[in-house]
């Protein structure tokens, strides 16, 4: 309830980009953001275009409904399902991580389902860092191919607008680090599957003082120049969200106040939006203010 309360308060007070993903919560925070969308839409009291949603699919979710944890889900409904096969899942520790395009329909179809929505804004695949640790660079860039094949299908058929990669290190690494990613090479894959005209558009990484390898970190190459993933985002033409600006709560330290923290990354030249997990509407309504500078 704290969930609903908290989206529908953000909603009607000048919040207009929601992030989310199928594995949040078991499902459940897909369903609640579905549910306040629906009504305050069906009220009259926001339009669906005033609204940005963006969803994530990749790492194996459990349904708090359906009683099924991750393991089970997987089990239960992907495998025995024949949505995929073992062979799909890759898995490091207790991650489990998938590419087959064929998962990513049905995760794109039952995210539509929770969200009720005819067309998510923006689909992100969610930590792809995990099969890149699995398959190394060769194999991953291979299998990502034909998944950017499938996601510009999605777009013509209308289920998303744009898709794009939400990473937690994956971006941030050094090149020679196992789970790399090069956002330079995923554009290039982008532009060899629809040309200039390729809907991977976004990306998401952590931004905030205690991770900021994403602006000072020069990582990232780009034309035979290494650069910083804010800087490669600007120069390949994608926009760049960011997420974690208190630090997964650890950011409150004692030297910096939420203010201070949400301002530094929000003001950050090149930083298109910034995520912020909050369920309280006390919370809602503080970082609101922050954001309007009041």
């Known amino acids: 309830m704290l969930y609903r309360e908290g989206i529908e308060y ?36 926001i339009k669906r275009d005033e609204v940005i949603v963006s969803t994530k699919g990749g790492i194996i979710p459990g349904d708090i409904e359906a009683s099924l944890v991750p393991s089970d889900f997987l089990q239960k409904v992907l495998l025995e399902g024949e949505i995929i096969q073992e062979t799909d899942v890759n898995s490091v520790d207790t991650h489990r991580h998938v590419l087959a395009p064929d998962y990513y329909q049905f995760a794109i179809d039952t995210s539509k389902k929770h969200l009720h929505l005819e067309t998510i804004d923006i689909y992100y695949i969610h930590n792809p860092e995990i099969s890149m ?6 194999l991953f860039y291979t299998q990502l191919e034909k998944l950017f094949s499938f996601f510009e299908n999605q777009v013509q058929l209308g ?7 939400a990473t937690w290190f994956g971006f941030l690494k050094d090149p020679t680090e ?15 599957v629809a040309g200039e005209e390729h809907h991977f558009k976004f990306i ?14 020069q990582n990232q190459q780009v034309n035979g120049k290494w650069v910083s993933v804010l800087e490669a985002a600007h120069e390949l033409g994608i926009y760049s969200t960011t997420n974690a600006p208190f630090h997964l709560g650890k950011g409150f330290d004692g030297a910096s106040d939420s203010r201070c923290m949400l ?9 298109f939006s910034t995520m912020v997990g909050m369920k309280k509407v006390e919370h809602i309504k503080e970082n609101i203010h922050i954001l309007q500078g009041v």
Do not use: C, W
Not at 133 to 138: A, I, N, R
């Open 204 to 217: 998401q990484f952590p931004l905030n003082k205690h991770m900021n390898e994403g602006i000072l970190k």
């Open 178 to 192: 196992k789970g790399y990613l090069s956002i330079e090479e995923v554009i290039n894959i982008a532009k060899k």
């Open 159 to 165: 289920n998303i607008k744009y898709y794009g990669f």
């Open 263 to 271: 301002t530094e990354v929000t003001s950050t030249k090149g930083v």
């Open 10 to 45: 953000g909603l009607l007070n000048g919040l207009n980009f929601i992030d989310t993903a199928i594995n949040y919560r078991g499902m459940r925070s897909e369903r609640d953001v579905g549910y306040v969308l629906k009504s305050l839409i069906k009220r009259g009291s």
């Open 133 to 138: 640790m699995v398959l190394g660079p060769t």
